[in-house]
Nanobody, 121 residues
Framework: VQLQASGGGLVQAGGSLRLSCAAS????????MGWFRQAPGKERECVAA????????YYEDSVKVRFTISRDKSKNTVYLQMNSLKPEDTAVYLC???????????????WGHGTQVTVSS
């Protein structure tokens, strides 16, 4: 199984970025996929997750309204649209897949490599 993340970069505060996570190697029916982030000196946290089959979503409180997670089944890809970015959103963002409800408690079966998001003030 491979999860390939892309789309990070440097953006000014208030700007937007869209992260993509292309999955391969298995079907994810019955799983959820999501995005974690880890900033220097901070614990890794799940910011958003989406069930692959039904599309129900989870968002960490600090990103609600600003971030939107979606998936394209035909492309086996999950997206994270990030708007109104703040300097405190700066982190390495990693995509992951796991059992339904597991990502929000930090448990994932599969991890992708990270992509750096830097928000300047």
């Amino acid at each position: 199984v491979q999860l390939q993340a892309s789309g990070g970069g440097l953006v000014q505060a208030g700007g937007s970025l869209r992260l993509s996570c292309a999955a391969s190697g298995r079907t994810f029916s019955g799983y959820e996929m999501g995005w974690f982030r880890q900033a220097p000196g901070k614990e890794r946290e799940c910011v958003a997750a989406i069930s692959w089959s039904g599309g129900s979503t989870y968002y960490e409180d600090s990103v609600k309204v600003r971030f939107t997670i979606s998936r394209d089944k035909s492309k086996n890809t999950v997206y994270l649209q990030m708007n109104s970015l703040k300097p405190e959103d700066t982190a390495v963002y990693l995509c992951a897949a796991g059992a339904i409800g597991a990502l929000r408690i930090g448990v994932a079966d599969y991890w992708g490599h990270g992509t750096q998001v830097t928000v300047s003030s």
